[in-house]
Nanobody
Framework: QVQLVESGGGLVQAGGSLRLSCATS????????MGWYRQAPGKQREFVARITKSGTTNYADSVKGRFTISTDNAKNTVYLQMNSLEPEDTAVYYC???????????????WGQGTQVTVSS
């Protein structure tokens, strides 16, 4: 009964911004880590951002300072605010849930279906 549904992706120009949303059901936010991973064509899925049970955030070096992960517990929603987007950010972005999320995507227990982000130069 766990569901994660991403939205907010699209086509933007370099330097632009997008906010991704992950609407969740069937999970207890206070007991899990929430995160975002992405997968570009021909590449492995990679870690982007994490927010822990206590609210601590972590980011991949490639996005640190540009992306912000946050939650709205009342709405059961996780967000990824993406600023100063670069063509290298082009990928399908996936919302993930796990008891402990790390840079290894194999640790996630649940995944959304993904939302496409394309950044043109």
């Amino acid at each position: 009964q766990v569901q994660l549904v991403e939205s907010g992706g699209g086509l933007v120009q370099a330097g632009g911004s997008l906010r991704l949303s992950c609407a969740t059901s069937g999970i207890i936010f206070s007991r899990v880590d929430m995160g975002w991973y992405r997968q570009a064509p021909g590449k492995q899925r990679e870690f982007v951002a994490r927010i822990t049970k206590s609210g601590t955030t972590n980011y991949a070096d490639s996005v640190k300072g540009r992306f912000t992960i946050s939650t709205d517990n009342a709405k059961n929603t996780v967000y990824l605010q993406m600023n100063s987007l670069e063509p290298e950010d082009t990928a399908v972005y996936y919302c993930a849930v796990g008891k402990i999320l790390t840079v290894n995507p194999n640790g996630a227990q649940y995944w959304g279906q993904g939302t496409q982000v394309t950044v043109s130069s």
